[in-house]
């Protein structure tokens, strides 16, 4: 019984999977967008709520290291207490 419910589980999965909505998102009936913003004339449509802000995902500005380097050395460093 244990392995029948498993397997109808498992069977059910991919099809939850892909049941994903593919419509641009619209408020529903009765409902409206927030307000616009604070300094801003018009409201943001739906799509540019749902970008994140540059703060919230910063592009990576260091380059990465591609050998060993000796650190310097740091005043904040302190063992602890």
Do not use: F, K
């Given at each position: 019984m244990a392995r029948l419910a498993a397997a109808s589980i498992f069977a059910l999965l991919p099809i939850l999977a892909a049941c994903g909505q593919t419509a641009d998102l619209r408020p529903t009936k009765g409902n409206e967008l927030p307000v616009a913003p604070y300094g801003?004339?018009?409201?943001?449509?739906?799509?540019?709520l749902l970008e994140p802000e540059q703060q919230a995902a910063p592009e990576r500005s260091v380059e990465l290291r591609r050998r060993s380097e000796e650190r310097e050395d740091d005043p904040f460093d302190l063992p602890p207490e």
């Open positions: 801003r004339d018009d409201r943001p449509s739906a799509e540019e």
